[in-house]
């Protein structure tokens, strides 16, 4: 999904005030900041709330920088109360760098044996199971 919509959006909006106000961004700096994240939130939980129906999905984890976000944490949980769905959160220590989950799905590749040799082409991103 795009937030190029959002982005210009709030762009403009800043352009605009920007012009009768130079302090308009340090004076509003908190409610501009929440405004986006709530925007933000609101359109992620619009397509989570339709997979869900569309899917019958019940387990839900949140991973990455992201899931250190109090505000996307507390509408998950939030959701899974009144959908009866299972939400696996990462304890805050373990969201601010991906090396925690790169170490874990390391760990998992040793108990079960499986190694890389030195010349093994790194991947900046990979499938859901393609592990």
């Known amino acids: 999904y795009s937030f190029s919509g959002l982005k210009t959006s709030f762009l403009y909006t800043l352009?605009?005030?920007l012009k009768?106000?130079?302090n308009f961004i340090q004076e509003n700096l908190n409610d501009l900041a929440a405004s986006l994240q709530k925007a933000i939130i609101d359109i992620l939980f619009s397509k989570l709330r339709r997979a869900i129906k569309e899917t019958g999905?019940?387990?839900i984890a949140l991973s990455g920088g992201v899931a250190a976000n109090s505000g996307l944490r507390t509408r998950l949980?939030?959701?899974s109360?009144?959908?009866n769905l299972n939400v696996f959160l990462p304890e805050k220590a373990y969201t601010t760098d991906n090396a925690a989950m790169i170490g874990m799905l390391a760990y998992y590749h040793y108990l079960e044996g499986r190694f890389e040799n030195i010349e093994v082409v790194p991947?900046?991103?990979m499938a859901?199971?393609?592990f």
């Open 81 to 83: 109360q009144k959908n």
């Open 77 to 79: 949980t939030e959701l």
């Open 123 to 125: 991947q900046a991103r």
């Open 57 to 59: 999905v019940k387990n």
């Open 15 to 17: 352009r605009d005030n």
């Open 20 to 22: 009768d106000n130079q």
């Open 128 to 130: 859901v199971g393609e």
